[in-house]
């Protein structure tokens, strides 16, 4: 079996790795070529657990890397899916772009599987219209994997796979069961749309609950860490962490997919998409605070820890620390603070130092926005700091929490 793989980021990339190392004749396919120049020369284009040794058995399996389309039994399109900040809808441009080259080189009988995460409608809206005359079978394999562990969940996370008929779901499944050893579920391609975007709605309005407990515990003088752990003692409750917001291409992305095309039905899912988003500003009133009590007249003296959206990752794509430097650029302050991460290795944003030892010499404040392992095993570097935690990640006297 020929297959494919469309896309060759944080989802595409191993994927075809995986397959390839499982005994699967894989091209993998993206239109940046100096991404497919770095592949070739075995490059590392991200970091994560695994991925190495990963990339070298794909390579020895025989796996290839291409800026162009290829003649292929199956092909797994995993392209970005973002949405359009004015509707709220998906932004199907990249996915479109994708099956459209794929359509034209295709045979009849070959199968397009969109693994993207598209709002429920996508493929019979947007991909169906494009097929023509050509005999393609669709499908949809939604992920769920989370960086940092994406390895692991590839092999050990069940699946969902949807399509028009049993036949084009059963070969789909073969072809994933070649390295996923969890359940794989088939249904019907919207129903597979809608799971994938309901699961990290759920996600984001059970992590909008968690952070509104934070501002109403703050509020009232209380340990909000205490009391959601004495909450979740209940056998049927089990309340997830506050923290500094949501980022991430999937979690404080998708749940707008249902906002935008339910407008009036998704109140709950539109509010906790609001009080995630307000995360950065709370964080910001926090640190005003603490600033006021511990006499740090300017912003240049405040370090902010972490630009990723997740620890122990390199990805910074929506992250909360992004959307705080936003906020406090259209604040117009006088200064900005010092900002370090560990996994970011090049320059994005002003201020940003590369060394830890530097980071802590610049800062009076501490806060830390993600718990990288690198300072959570060493919370003696901080002995002297004043810290603001936003993910509870250290339990260091006197130390302030959201
Ligand atoms: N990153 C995650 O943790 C995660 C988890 C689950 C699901 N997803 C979903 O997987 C999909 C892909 O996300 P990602 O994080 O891998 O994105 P990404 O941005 O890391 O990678 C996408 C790649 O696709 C390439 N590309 C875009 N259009 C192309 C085209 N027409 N032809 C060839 N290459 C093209 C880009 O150059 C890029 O390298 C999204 O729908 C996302 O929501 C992501």
């Not at 459209?100 to 397009?112: H, N, P, Q, T, Y």
């Not at 809608?194 to 984001?204: F, I, L």
């Not at 917001?245 to 899912?269: R, Y």
């Amino acid at each position: 079996m020929r297959v494919n793989v469309i896309g060759m980021g944080y989802i595409g990339l191993p994927t075809a790795l995986m397959m390839a190392s499982h005994g699967v004749n894989v091209v993998g396919t993206d239109y940046n070529k100096n991404l497919v120049d770095e592949l070739q020369k075995n490059g590392k284009v991200f970091e994560e657990k695994g991925l190495s040794e990963l990339f070298s058995a794909a390579v020895k399996a025989g796996i290839r890397f291409s800026t162009e389309y290829q003649k292929a039994d199956i092909y797994i399109v995993s392209v970005p899916t973002p949405y359009l900040k004015k509707s709220r809808k998906i932004d199907p441009k990249y996915v479109v772009a994708a099956c459209k080259s794929v359509l034209e080189i295709c045979d009849d009988g070959a199968i397009l599987v969109v693994e993207s995460t598209i709002s429920p409608g996508t493929i019979d809206h947007c991909v169906r219209p494009l097929i023509g005359g050509k005999k393609i079978r669709l499908a949809h394999a939604p992920e769920r994997i989370i960086p940092g562990n994406m390895l692991h969940e590839l092999v050990h996370n069940p699946r969902t796979i949807g399509a028009d008929d049993k036949e084009t779901a059963e070969t789909v499944r073969s072809l994933y069961a070649s390295f996923c050893e969890a359940e794989i579920v088939l249904t019907d391609i919207r129903t597979a749309e809608m799971s994938k975007v309901v699961e990290n709605t759920y996600r984001d309005i059970n992590i909008a609950f968690a952070n509104e407990l934070a501002k109403i515990c703050h509020e009232a003088g209380m340990d909000v860490y205490e009391v959601i752990r004495i909450a979740n003692r209940h056998p049927r409750v089990n309340i997830l962490n506050p923290g500094p917001g949501v980022g991430g291409h999937c979690i404080s992305v998708d749940p707008w997919f249902l906002v935008g095309d339910f407008p009036n039905l998704t109140p709950l899912i539109h509010s906790a998409r609001n009080v995630n988003d307000s995360m950065p500003e709370y964080v910001y009133n926090r640190i005003c605070e603490i600033m006021a009590e511990k006499q740090i007249s300017s912003f240049s003296r405040v370090g902010l820890y972490g630009l990723t959206y997740k620890e122990n990752v390199d990805d910074t794509r929506e992250s909360p620390t992004l959307q705080l430097l936003e906020l406090l650029e259209q604040k117009h302050l006088d200064s900005a603070p010092v900002v370090y991460d560990p996994f970011v290795n090049k320059d994005m944003v002003p201020n940003q130092v590369h060394d830890l030892h530097e980071f802590l010499s610049k800062t009076d404040l501490f806060v830390l926005m993600v718990g990288h392992s690198e300072i959570t095993n060493r919370p003696e570097l901080l002995s002297e700091k004043t810290v603001l935690d936003t993910r509870n990640v250290f339990s260091l006297e006197g130390i302030y929490k959201l």
